[in-house]
């Protein structure tokens, strides 16, 4: 089945600078590949997703970036601030709908 | 608009005990699903549909069952708990491979 790889797992970083999150799959046919904030007490919300056919999509500072080849892609947030600290999650979605979620990143942007 | 509503929102159950979990969206999405996070593990799939009538294993289905007899529902069963199933249950539905929705979470302890 999928293997969806995250790295890594804690993430501290000063207001105002990069944070990038990785991730890899193992199922080749996985076309979606979506990210999900999570707060505390709170259920995951999406905040960008890329599918299979896209090399790189930004939404104002945040942005992933896709390679099929290495199956692997990545989040970057730019210009962190204390609201963006977090529980991020990659997933990966199958051809058959199966989706599978990483293990989690818990990202601290201190002030 | 609910968006997807979990009931209920918190259990506690003694080793042995059987409960169901009810997931509800009035989104009229095709895609169902339930996932358990437990720390450091992030959201592990455990069943999901992709239809009403039918339902698949995810990577974590032994110990329960699930129905999709309406699609709006997607039930989640425990026949005789564990205490290995003390976890944070999220139910999420969504329209093919795009954005997952997911429920507030339903928080159960098995004593």
């Known amino acids: 089945g999928e293997n969806v790889e995250q790295h890594p797992s804690t993430l501290s970083v000063q207001e105002g600078d990069s944070a990038v999150i990785k991730c890899t799959y193992s199922?080749?046919?996985?076309?979606?590949f979506p990210w999900y904030k999570q707060e505390l007490g709170k259920r995951p919300q999406l905040i960008i997703d890329?599918?299979?056919?896209?090399g790189e999509k930004k939404d104002q500072r945040i942005a992933v970036t896709l390679n099929k080849t290495a199956k692997h892609f990545s989040l970057h947030i730019t210009e962190t601030q204390p609201e963006d600290s977090a529980v991020y999650f990659c997933?990966?979605?199958?051809?058959?709908?199966?989706?599978?979620f990483g293990a989690g990143t818990r990202l601290t942007v201190k002030p | 608009n609910a968006g997807v509503t979990q009931t209920p929102k918190f259990r506690v159950l003694k080793t042995g005990q059987s409960m169901t979990l009810l997931c509800a969206q009035d989104?009229?999405?095709?895609?169902m699903y339930w996932y358990r996070q437990d720390p450091g593990m992030g959201l592990r799939l455990i069943h999901y549909?992709?239809?009403?009538?039918?339902?698949a294993k995810g990577e974590v289905p032994d110990g329960y069952n699930v129905s999709r007899l309406k699609k709006q529902n997607f039930l989640l069963g425990l026949e005789s708990a564990a205490p290995s199933q003390t976890s944070v249950y999220f139910c999420?539905?969504?329209?093919?491979?795009?954005?997952?929705?997911f429920g507030q979470g339903t928080r159960l302890t098995v004593v």
């Open positions: 999420a539905s969504s329209y093919s491979s795009f954005e997952a929705f």
């Open positions: 199922d080749s046919a996985s076309n979606y």
């Open positions: 890329i599918r299979s056919n896209v």
């Open positions: 997933a990966a979605l199958r051809l058959n709908n199966d989706m599978r």
């Open positions: 989104m009229n999405h095709e895609y």
């Open positions: 549909s992709v239809g009403e009538g039918t339902t």
